[in-house]
């Protein structure tokens, strides 16, 4: 499909454009006016997650639909900040253009080409620099808090395993999960929740950093563990609708015995 720049830039016109009449006191919308940083960000993580839902789905059709409603989210937060005077989507698209350019100097610049390899060392020296010069002094500087859980987690670490602070090797990760799953128990019969959540935030953590020695991405692991585990239930669910019964009249043995046969369905 041929890129068509002035289509392109009109149709971005027409959504700020949009952006502004939503958000225009008086003939805007209500709930877009009473809107702010705070309360619109939860919807951009969650059209984040949608964007990358449809990827996983491989379904380009939604695909755009789904960027949009991204996009949408960027022209808000800055239609916000346009109206108290910090900035507007021109600084955004602005910033992000300098900051292309900056990171790849063997492409726009005079440096000498580079493999994958050599790029990506180039690319966190770069974010290394910024960080300086805004001023974000310490190795875990940056990291941003509102990352998932699990991700920040393994980011954290493969921030401090730059300059040797990290587990030698994936069996040593292997027995720091050991040594805070007995911490764990050792806790269970206190039943004091803040411990408790204190071991098993130790053990999310340690799990996070294993998958990273194993070169995986936590999330998507346990994304993919969420929707196997959806699967598997509604096999349950259907190995007892064909037996004339239901996951609520039957006892856990009984639902076991289905997720077991279940698996080997799978497998087979």
């Not at 006016?33 to 960000?41: D, M, V």
């Not at 253009?97 to 690319?123: C, L, T, Y």
């Not at 990352?147 to 920040?152: D, E, I, Q, S, V």
């Amino acid at each position: 499909m041929e890129l068509n720049a002035g289509a392109a830039e009109a149709e971005l016109r027409r959504l700020i454009d949009i952006m502004a009449a939503l958000r225009t006191p008086g003939t805007g919308c209500p709930w877009d006016i009473a809107q702010s940083f705070e309360t619109i960000a939860p919807y951009t993580i969650e059209e984040a997650y949608e964007v990358s839902d449809a990827i996983a789905r491989r379904d380009f059709a939604d695909l755009p639909d789904e960027l949009g409603d991204l996009l949408f989210q960027v022209v808000y937060h800055a239609r916000i900040a346009e109206e108290a005077g910090r900035f507007g989507f021109t600084d955004v698209a602005r910033a992000i253009a300098d900051k292309m350019i900056r990171r790849h100097p063997h492409v726009f610049g005079e440096a000498a080409s580079r493999d994958a390899g050599a790029q990506n060392v180039a690319w966190e020296e770069q974010k290394r620099a910024e960080r300086v010069a805004r001023a974000e002094i310490g190795v875990l500087a940056g990291v941003a808090v509102g990352l998932p859980a699990l991700t920040r987690a393994a980011k954290l670490t493969a921030r401090a395993g730059r300059v040797g602070f990290d587990w030698p090797d994936v069996e040593a990760v292997l027995d720091k999960l050991d040594e805070e799953t007995a911490e764990l128990r050792a806790e269970l019969a206190g039943g004091d929740p803040v411990r408790l959540a204190d071991e098993v935030g130790d053990m999310l953590f340690v799990l996070a950093n294993l998958a990273r020695k194993l070169g995986l991405d936590p999330e998507e692991c346990l994304r993919h563990a969420n929707d196997k585990f959806v699967r598997r239930f509604a096999g349950v669910e259907r190995v007892l609708g064909e037996r004339g019964t239901s996951v609520a009249d039957e006892t856990l043995e009984v639902m076991e015995a289905a997720w077991v046969q279940v698996k080997r369905e799978e497998r087979q």
